[in-house]
């Protein structure tokens, strides 16, 4: 299912964050949002969970959870696997099953005894990454998923969001800021300024990025083949 | 897969190994404090009252028993289990290892309640003989006051520890603050509303034991029942909403649910300091994490905390008594500043500070 979101505008106070805006989310497809900080996306993607999350199976990874946790790293993996419908929330095979495979595609294994709260932060996102992926829904809505990661992790998290797109047919949308990760990544990207969604294009190029962040922007290919961008 | 089956399986199992030692230690501190008093009564004398043979006893050690003893340590049992509980849902719902009903100062807001109910007259029996208008006005107290703490410390939806605090001072100082502005008003009310400020079961009956015992046996099923979702927030409102659980009604019934209960203990016995602070870390000592398992032995926990500080409170000054508040409070605020100053808490850093 397409996620068709329509006249979003939102509001806090007198600013208005998000000023009519509409984008239809394919899916199948990573779509990467960027924009300069302040831009509204991460307001955006809250909005769209807030539209489908009682419509389609969707799972959440905030750019940072709050205060003292207090739970161990697979009480929170576990929590993927929160199900209402069962009083008992004791997790059957099954999500045993998915857990422990969440925590070891995620590196978590040794830590799943540790506090959430006593992780490294690139820890943490890899343990939150572990619970959107447990949580085994269509779409996968990620804000700055690798933003405290590692070059080598957050090539991981994005290598694991494409075989999801591949191999299962997951739909994601993320928002993030590393220009060069997200054109080797992205299926369609959408560039977002002052509230405004400015351009949805399948390819990033110097000209369009110079539009959104009002700077230059310069390209380079690598023998690979790929366009590596800089600001210039 | 076997191994997944295993570790579950030993995780469970000591759940219901922690529940039972809890249990069995409530059992014989209870059968204890009914002993000890301002009059001798031996541990055979309460084990025939309560295994059916009451006919052998003198009629005065069956009305001590009967009347005073289990009464009194009945509702210490209860009260504190529902001061633990409710301590351990605020350290959930606001994220915050200090968070506690007297330092938030609800305590205070459902004495006050209570208070006002009293002065204005307003405190006859609805029903159940012991049902007055001041448990109405206690649980109105406690609500109004959670709300007032909710908003003032919320910050774009997140609940900062120090502003939560700060908050939740001020907030207790003006509560008491205006309950004795009531006393000197009512000179004549003045010793009962004081009551209230120090913390006592010496006033405890059966009406009043058999009041709280159906609050307290209708409020913690539905606590215990929201417990998951107090953990699924803890990932923020929207990976909630993914999940199927709703922010606003979850923290509504848990709310409601607590202040009823918080509202009833105090109304019975007073402002019990400290007790929801320090239990539910008792627990994490024990390695419980998940909310639901730390709600049903936090409520084990408080409640033999509090027959056990009871007992202390009526045999330390006998024939006299200390008053309860008094003694969990010395235990209870020395622990606070212990948390307060470790800065295991502020960076939230050390396995041992959950």
Known sequence: MNLEALNINVRFGDTHVLKDVSHTFKEGKITIILGPNGCGKTTLIKSVVKMFAKKCGMSYIPQEIYGNIGLTVSD??????????????????????KIDEALELMELKDKKDQLYD???GGEKQRCMAA?????????????????????VHSKFILDTARDLVKNQGKSFI????????ASTYGDEFVLMKDGRITDVCDRLSPDKLADVFETKFGSVKTPSGKDVFYAD | MLSHMREHKSSSDR?????????????????VSCCLGSSDITLSDVIKYFTGRGDELAKTTLTIIGRIRVPRTLTAMLIGGALASVG???????????????????????ALGAAIAIV??????IFFEAFTGAYIGAVLGAIVTWLLVFTIAAQNGRYDTSSTLLAGIAISSIMSALITVLMTLHLEQMERVYMWMLGTFSASTTDKTKLL???????????????????????????????????TKTLAIALAVSSCLLAFSVANAGIIGFVGLIIPHIVSFFGVTRMRSRLVLSFMTGAIFMVVCDTVCKTIVAPGELAIGAVTSLIGAPYFLFLLMSSRIRSGRERSSV
């Open chain 1, 118 to 120: 006593t992780l490294s």
């Open chain 2, 88 to 110: 351990c849902v605020m350290q959930g719902v606001f994220r915050n290892p200090m968070a506690d009903p007297s330092v938030l100062g609800i305590s205070s807001g459902a």
């Open chain 2, 120 to 125: 204005t007259g307003l405190n006859g029996v």
């Open chain 2, 213 to 247: 015992a159906v609050v307290v046996g209708l409020m913690m099923p539905i606590l215990i029942w929201i417990a998951p979702r107090i953990d699924v927030l803890k990932l923020g409102k929207e990976a909630a909403m993914t999940l199927g659980v709703d922010q």
């Open chain 1, 76 to 97: 929170l993996v576990a929590l993927g696997r929160y199900n209402e419908k069962k009083f008992f929330n004791s997790e059957n095979e099954e999500d045993l099953k």
């Open chain 1, 131 to 151: 619970r959107a992926i447990c949580q085994d829904a269509e779409w996968f809505i990620m804000d700055e998923p690798a933003s405290n990661l590692d070059i």
């Open chain 2, 15 to 31: 759940f219901v190994i922690k529940f039972t030692i809890a249990a069995i230690m409530l059992i014989c501190v209870m059968a």
């Open chain 1, 174 to 181: 993320i928002v993030m800021h590393d220009l060069n990760a």
